[in-house]
Nanobody
């Protein structure tokens, strides 16, 4: 059973940076996609960034140029470096892993992911 544990959230002022981590364990698939999603109350979960086992990345337009997704395969850890944070980035951030390789067009669709972490909260104050 896949387990995903996020960390690194916190409170930061606008313009600041945070680095989220997601420790993954228990999976046996050789091809998959890992992604970061975020959610605020009353809104659907939004795909932020994704990376597949080939290193192909995809970003939401709202974070392009500010966020960077990466993974350390040796340590089974996913990262999200967030720079230039602003108040709209305030949300609960979730790590997710797909089973298999969906079409890259759908890398930021929550429907493609079956394994989710518990989330880590990011608060950006202006």
């Amino acid at each position: 059973q896949v387990q995903l544990v996020e960390s690194g959230g916190g409170s930061v002022q606008a313009g600041g940076s945070l680095r989220l981590s997601c420790a993954a364990s228990g999976y046996t698939y050789s091809h998959y996609v890992m992604a970061w999603f975020r959610q605020t109350p009353g809104k659907p979960r939004e795909g932020v960034a994704a990376i597949d086992t080939e290193g192909v990345t995809k970003y939401a337009d709202s974070v392009k140029g500010r966020f960077t997704i990466s993974q350390d395969n040796a340590q089974n850890t996913l990262f999200l470096q967030m720079n230039g944070l602003h108040s709209d980035d305030t949300a609960m951030y979730y790590c997710a892993q797909s089973i298999g390789m969906p079409n890259p067009l759908w890398y930021l669709s929550s429907n493609e992911y079956t394994c989710w972490g518990q989330g880590t909260r990011v608060t950006v104050s202006s």
